[in-house]
């Protein structure tokens, strides 16, 4: 396990000690946790940008009509008075 130093303003660092305190845990628990929360999510996004290029470089592209079928599902008309 490694260790080492993070700075943080005062007030992020009372707020991880207030929810640390509500969790029962240290704050280095909750700075480890938060970490390892943060670079999994980094890395899953840039694993799906990563994906998202190489379909785009491949020509892997969604056709005009499949775009507007998307579109349709999800933006309704505008309401005329």
Do not use: C, N
Request: hydrophobic share 45%; glycine share 2%.
């Amino acid at each position: 396990m490694s260790a080492f130093t993070v700075r943080l303003s005062d007030e992020t660092a009372e707020r991880l000690d207030q929810i640390a305190q509500k969790q029962d845990r240290s704050r280095a628990y909750m700075a480890a946790r938060a970490i390892e929360d943060f670079v999994a999510r980094e890395e899953w996004q840039l694993a799906e940008i990563e994906a998202g290029l190489a379909e785009a470089e491949s020509g892997q592209f969604a056709s005009s009509d499949e775009v507007a079928e998307v579109i349709a599902r999800h933006v309704q008309p505008a309401r005329r008075p």
